[in-house]
Structure formats: structure tokens, C-alpha cells
């Protein structure tokens, strides 16, 4: 029986570690015993994880800016090498019609989500190639496996995320790392906050109410559950699990 979900020496890189999921991301990897260095484009988001103490190493970074991000992946070398690396920062981006959607807008939605994606695989993989070893998680969306109206580019950039994911984990798996992405369904969070809004204008609750409606389990989900998948596909747990798109949506994409 498998039973090594402990990451006990490890060292793991987390992006967007202010946000909701990268937050209990965090706290559970120190948890199970990691070395976590979060970055954010500001420490003050990361300032709530100050309670983990020296586990956790906060970093100031934009994934979007190259030399950002090799610096920030040098930084964490410097604390250890890398053995796991949380692709997670995105953004949720405005809501409207393909027709009435700004261009500005939408570059900057690919530039967090997609490029800055692509830029963590950059930096990060040789490096564990060359180890031969780690576990690289990318986040997704169950927005990369359908499309909802009004949100053409978070959807557009989150399947992105999964060709990516597959892409690289063919490069990457024949030299000891394993590459995986998660596609939540609606969690709890700020973001999806923000899309209940933008969809209904400004109905929210309303919009809860009518997801919730199609989720079979009843209920959105939570960061903590998504944590749990992440820290388990960083762990020798799933040592066999690669190229994989990791549905948590409490069954919403079922039907």
C-alpha cells in the first residue's frame, strides 16, 4: 500500500501563494514537512502565511516578466533544489462578449495565465531534468475543459494551460519529472467571487446559487480541497501519476 504523502525535505516553489489556493497550499506543504517559497507580486499578499515561520520563504515576483521569474527560481535554488513547483498564479480577467472584449484586457489575461505559465516550465524544469527528478503542477481550470459565455479568454488560457501540461510532461517524464495539471470547478474564493458577479452583473448570490445547482455534490469547493489534491500529486504517493488532468469539481463537469 502506498503510503508516503509526506514531503518531509523537500523544497517547493508556489506562484500566486497570496491567493486563496495558493495560501492552503502553503500551510499544508509546511505542514507534511516542505520548505515553501511563495511569490506574489506583493509580500503584503502573503503577509496572512507570516505564521509558518522560516518554512516559508515569501518573494516578490511577476511571472510575466522573464527575468523576474529567473530570479525568483534562483532564489529558491539558493534554499534548496527544487523539488516541486505550484504553477498556480492566474487571474479571472473581466467579463463580456467576445465582440465587446478589450484587447488590453485579454493580452494581459494571456500574459498571466499562459505566458506566465509557460515562463515557470521555462526556469523550472530544466533544472529538475537535470536532477532527475520533481513534480511540477500546473493550474488549470475546469474552464480549460468547457467553454461559459463571456469569459473567452480565462477559458482560452486555461485549456492553454492543459497543452501545455501535456506538452511538457512528454519532454519531462522520460527524465524523472512529472508534470500534472488541476482543474478546479468553482471553490470559494475571491475569484469566483468576482465571476459570479461579472456574469450576472452584479448578482452574485444569485449566481451561486444557479452554479451550486449543477454541481451534483451540492457545494463549491474549498481551497484546503484543492490543496490536498496539489500536495498529493507533489508526493511520492503519486509517483505513477503523469501528463494528468486532475478534474476536483465536486462533478460538475460530469454531465
Same mark, same amino acid.
Given at each position: 500500500?502506498?503510503?508516503?504523502?509526506?514531503?518531509?525535505?523537500?523544497? %517547493?516553489?508556489?506562484?500566486?501563494? $497570496?491567493?486563496?489556493?495558493?495560501?492552503?497550499? %502553503?500551510?499544508?506543504?509546511? %505542514?507534511?514537512?516542505?520548505?515553501?517559497?511563495?511569490?506574489?507580486?506583493?509580500?503584503?499578499?502573503?503577509?496572512?502565511?507570516?505564521?509558518?515561520?522560516?518554512? @516559508?520563504?515569501?518573494?516578490?515576483?511577476?511571472?510575466?516578466?522573464?527575468?523576474?521569474?529567473?530570479?525568483?527560481?534562483?532564489?529558491?535554488?539558493?534554499?534548496?533544489?527544487?523539488?516541486?513547483? @505550484?504553477?498556480?498564479?492566474?487571474?479571472?480577467?473581466?467579463?463580456?462578449?467576445?465582440?465587446?472584449?478589450?484587447?488590453? %484586457?485579454?493580452?494581459?489575461?494571456?500574459?498571466?495565465?499562459?505566458?506566465?505559465?509557460?515562463?515557470?516550465?521555462?526556469?523550472?524544469?530544466?533544472?529538475?531534468?537535470?536532477?532527475?527528478?520533481?513534480?511540477?503542477?500546473?493550474?488549470?481550470?475546469?474552464?480549460?475543459?468547457?467553454?461559459?459565455? $463571456?469569459?473567452?479568454?480565462?477559458?482560452?488560457?486555461?485549456?492553454?494551460?492543459? $497543452?501545455?501540461?501535456?506538452?511538457?510532461?512528454?519532454?519531462?517524464?522520460?527524465?524523472?519529472?512529472?508534470?500534472?495539471?488541476?482543474?478546479?470547478?468553482?471553490?470559494?474564493?475571491?475569484?469566483?467571487?468576482?465571476?459570479?458577479?461579472?456574469?450576472?452583473?452584479?448578482?452574485?448570490?444569485?449566481?451561486?446559487?444557479?452554479?451550486?445547482?449543477?454541481?451534483?455534490?451540492?457545494?463549491?469547493?474549498?481551497?484546503?480541497?484543492?490543496?490536498?489534491?496539489?500536495?498529493?500529486?507533489?508526493?511520492?504517493?503519486?509517483?505513477?501519476?503523469?501528463?494528468?488532468?486532475?478534474?476536483?469539481?465536486?462533478?460538475?463537469?460530469?454531465?
Amino acid at each position: 500500500m502506498l503510503n508516503d504523502n509526506q514531503l518531509t525535505g523537500k523544497t %517547493a516553489l508556489i506562484t500566486g501563494a $497570496g491567493g486563496e489556493i495558493g495560501t492552503a497550499t %502553503a500551510r499544508l506543504m509546511v %505542514a507534511r514537512g516542505a520548505r515553501v517559497v511563495g511569490v506574489d507580486l506583493t509580500l503584503a499578499a502573503m503577509a496572512p502565511l507570516a505564521d509558518l515561520g522560516p518554512a @516559508f520563504h515569501p518573494l516578490q515576483g511577476d511571472v510575466t516578466d522573464e527575468s523576474s521569474v529567473q530570479a525568483f527560481v534562483a532564489a529558491t535554488e539558493a534554499i534548496g533544489p527544487l523539488d516541486i513547483f @505550484f504553477n498556480n498564479a492566474g487571474i479571472e480577467g473581466p467579463v463580456h462578449p467576445v465582440g465587446d472584449y478589450p484587447l488590453d %484586457a485579454f493580452r494581459r489575461v494571456v500574459d498571466v495565465n499562459l505566458i506566465g505559465v509557460f515562463l515557470g516550465l521555462k526556469h523550472v524544469v530544466p533544472a529538475m531534468m537535470a536532477r532527475g527528478r520533481g513534480s511540477v503542477i500546473n493550474t488549470s481550470s475546469v474552464a480549460g475543459l468547457t467553454g461559459t459565455s $463571456g469569459i473567452t479568454a480565462y477559458n482560452a488560457t486555461k485549456h492553454a494551460v492543459i $497543452g501545455l501540461t501535456r506538452s511538457v510532461a512528454a519532454e519531462a517524464g522520460p527524465r524523472g519529472v512529472r508534470v500534472n495539471s488541476v482543474n478546479p470547478g468553482p471553490i470559494a474564493s475571491r475569484m469566483m467571487a468576482s465571476l459570479e458577479d461579472g456574469l450576472t452583473g452584479g448578482q452574485g448570490a444569485a449566481a451561486r446559487t444557479a452554479f451550486e445547482g449543477l454541481i451534483p455534490l451540492g457545494r463549491y469547493g474549498t481551497p484546503e480541497e484543492v490543496a490536498a489534491l496539489v500536495a498529493f500529486l507533489a508526493s511520492e504517493d503519486a509517483r505513477y501519476i503523469h501528463g494528468a488532468v486532475m478534474t476536483l469539481d465536486g462533478g460538475f463537469t460530469v454531465g
